[in-house]
């Protein structure tokens, strides 16, 4: 990897723990005084940011919960898996070294904003829209990898099982706070690969 990659690895995991923490600090001010009456200046106040930093990371209070940053590093490792792997088993393997450069409350916070998104009828329908943008994501990275075209359904029914596989893991999750998600996330994914036969 070269320095420049390297540097641009370094700004994006920057800033994915910088968005982490404010979503850190939102989930709290939610617990204490509910969702709705929390604002975006008792958020920014909270993480030590000023009102004007905030939507430097986050274009409103909704997408404390829906957005995060780690696309970027996703695509990386993704590109960076060796060419013999299949794109399944390619996005498996950058998708867990995600999971696992999480910290435990990265974790906790990811568990907590699922949680609320499924218990806030609004924020549902903002994470279907959240999850449809990364299907589109999976459908360019398996694009590029394998040469295919947007519009070919196995890459549209690929990209959109493993869009499911997320969404039934972080609903798991969000529901069973002992679970560890990157066994989770590793078991269901390896089901896909084999075909998940019921």
Known sequence: MTLNHRQAGLRERKKAKTMASIQMHALRLFRELGYKATTVEQ????????????????????????????????????ESQPAELSPLQALRNAMLSGVKEMTPGELATMRERNELVMSVPELRAAMLNNMLSMMDLIIDMTCKRTGRQREDIAVRTFAGAVTGVNISVMLH??????????????????????????
């Open 173 to 198: 999750y969000a529901e069973h706070a002992e679970a560890d998600f990157s066994i989770l996330l590793g078991e269901a994914l390896s089901k896909l690969e084999e075909g998940l036969t019921l």
């Open 43 to 78: 958020i920014a106040e909270a993480a030590e940011i000023s009102y004007s930093t905030f939507f430097r990371y986050f274009s409103s209070k909704e997408d404390v919960l829906i957005i995060d940053n780690y696309d970027p590093l996703l695509i990386s490792s993704f």
